[in-house]
């Protein structure tokens, strides 16, 4: 079953409406490969291409431009370079081909976190692509490829303008046990997806962070990753793991930077602006894989973040402003999980609660000292829908079909 992605209509509208390159980085696996080859079936002509094969690596050394194809249909082309990041000088190359076209031609460039980190430094390609970072599914992507912008957003979410229905149940269920990753969460099956887990995280370590550090301690990295499902949802402590791990402040740091880079996990920052004795520094880890968490209670926190930072990438990239993903702490451990900023403004302010339907006591405080409009706190019990003045307490299974 293949499902149009969210990302569509935005690369249609910004990118190749003005014939721009359209670069699409995100985790391995995430659909990247399947969702150009879906657009180029969609096209008249069009063409795809892996570095991977010796054939193509052959034509992109000897002679780029004839990758793209010539003219004389009224239909633009388009074309679809999968993992170039691994040539060498490949922003050269694409910058050549791009400013010498003789027809227009539309190009995407897809890859892992790695072509977020080669873009930078070298030849410039400014002015001449845009950057969307791909996400796996979410609760908002399953029913509908179009995504909500942020104008619209809470209106939508305070009017409850979505219908609840016994489907959403069920695919939240499953979105909850596979993960949000395409293969696990379309096969449904729990072996196989046990399986895609190791292979997944053997290939990030094993292959991504080989080509991408070349460092020698792999095996630590691979211990660090089995460390990571028991820390989600509480302030990181790199002494803690220091002492586990048997190393260096500065190693723990820098492995934990690798790990964000390729999209194995983000960590999010507390939000401090206003807030009486607030955490500064001390940022909480999450996987983009929380099927990898075996705790339910970590495991929701974890599944909403990535739905909120699907929103805030999203909006950012499609140009609607900067949205940055932070989350409310102060030294006398009260908290709200999530705080989602709009341009350094809050925005929407986001509780998890398992099991819990009553509002947390800390709301009033941290809605009054941030001045967050807003409040939602999502809940895993199923059929609860309680709104109370600025702040919602909806099941996961409705709340999350309003975000990405």
Not at 337 to 355: H, M, N, Q, R, Y
Request: charged share 30%; proline share 6%; glycine share 6%.
């Amino acid at each position: 079953m293949l499902l149009k992605r969210y990302l569509e209509i935005c690369l249609r509208d910004l990118c190749f409406a003005d014939h721009k390159m359209a670069f699409l980085s995100g985790p391995r696996q995430c659909g990247k490969t399947t969702f150009a080859k879906m657009m180029l079936k969609e096209r008249a002509r069009g063409a795809y291409y892996n570095w991977d094969d010796v054939e193509f690596r052959r034509q992109w050394t000897l002679h780029p431009r004839q990758t793209l194809l010539r003219g004389g249909s009224k239909a633009t082309p388009l074309v679809a370079y999968d993992e170039i990041h691994k040539a060498h000088g490949w922003k050269r190359t694409l910058k050549g081909i791009y400013d010498t076209r003789e027809h227009p031609v539309d190009i995407v460039v897809t890859g892992s976190a790695r072509l977020n980190v080669f873009m930078k430094g070298g030849d410039s390609l400014v002015g001449r692509y845009y950057h969307f970072r791909m996400h796996p599914f979410t609760m908002g992507e399953l029913f509908s490829p179009v995504p909500p912008e942020p104008d619209t957003f809470i209106a939508r979410l305070m009017d409850r303008s979505i219908e609840a229905k016994k489907e959403h149940r069920e695919r939240y269920n499953a979105l909850f046990r596979y993960g949000a990753f395409p293969e696990p969460l379309l096969a449904q099956n729990e072996r196989k997806a046990r399986l895609w887990r190791t292979n997944r995280i053997e290939r990030v370590v094993r292959e991504d962070l080989r080509d991408l550090s070349r460092i020698p301690e792999l095996s630590r990295i691979e211990m660090l990753c089995s460390l990571l499902p028991d820390r989600v949802g509480s302030p990181l402590s790199v002494n803690s793991l220091k002492g586990d791990l048997e190393v260096s402040h500065e190693s723990v740091r820098r492995w934990l930077d690798y790990l964000k880079v390729l999209y194995y996990a983000f960590e999010i920052k507390p939000f401090h602006r206003s807030v009486a004795r607030s955490l500064r520094k001390e940022g909480k880890v999450y996987l983009w894989d929380f099927s990898e968490i075996s705790n339910p209670g970590p495991r929701f926190e974890n599944c909403i973040a990535v739905h909120l930072l699907k929103s805030c990438d999203f909006w950012t990239d499609a140009g609607f402003g900067t949205f940055l993903l932070h989350y409310l702490r102060n030294k006398e451990k009260q908290e709200i999980d999530f705080l989602i900023t709009w341009d350094g403004k809050p925005f929407l302010a986001v509780e998890s609660k398992l099991a819990d339907t009553s509002p947390s006591p800390h709301w009033e405080k941290f809605l009054r000292q941030t001045g967050c409009p807003h409040g939602l706190q999502i809940v895993g019990v199923p059929g609860v829908w309680k709104k109370d003045g600025p702040l919602i307490t909806a099941s996961a299974d409705e709340a999350l079909l309003y975000f990405a």
